[in-house]
């Protein structure tokens, strides 16, 4: 197998896949839609499946198990806040997503945990935090990243 076919840093890769948890549900999957394109070894994938992933051939299928701390990390509850059900203008419902804006300007998603008769519990962990992950990957296209976007970060289409 051709180092180009093998995936490594600075490799543009092209992956089919399918995610899962503990029990066995379908997280989420590209089945039915294109394969997921990244730029290997800039973490724009989960540290815990990219590892998985170092040295696989096209055509390959690999099972990845990933940890919590390789994933989306613990729950941490440092990330739960309790805000008065007063500054929410609008009605919010437990699942809901809420954005607020941090002190730097940039906004913060929270997913709201519970609603209480005077306040509201709002989630800022990821919503995988916490969890394994299991993924069903196969390694459709390996082609070695362009200059630019290994300067850039980022896969370029075309």
Do not use: W
Not at 134 to 148: I, L, N, Q, W
């Amino acid at each position: 197998m051709s180092e180009q076919q093998t995936v490594r840093p600075d490799t543009v890769v092209s992956i089919e896949y399918t995610l899962k948890d503990d029990s066995g549900e379908v997280l989420d999957s590209s089945e039915g839609g294109e394969p997921l394109q990244y730029l290997h070894g800039r973490g724009q994938i989960i540290g815990g499946l990219e590892k998985g992933l170092e040295g696989k051939s096209v055509g390959e299928t690999v099972h990845v198990d990933v940890a919590p701390e390789d994933g989306y990390g613990e729950h941490d509850p440092e990330r739960m806040v309790e805000v008065p059900k007063d500054q929410f203008d609008f009605e919010v419902e437990v699942g809901d997503f809420v954005q607020a804006q941090h002190p730097d300007g940039s906004m913060i998603p929270f997913r709201v945990a519970e609603v209480g008769e005077e306040t509201v519990t709002l989630d800022g962990n990821h919503p995988l935090a916490g969890q394994s992950l299991h993924f069903d990957v196969k390694v459709v296209a390996v082609r070695p990243a362009t200059e630019e976007e290994i300067a850039h970060g980022h896969v370029h289409e075309g």
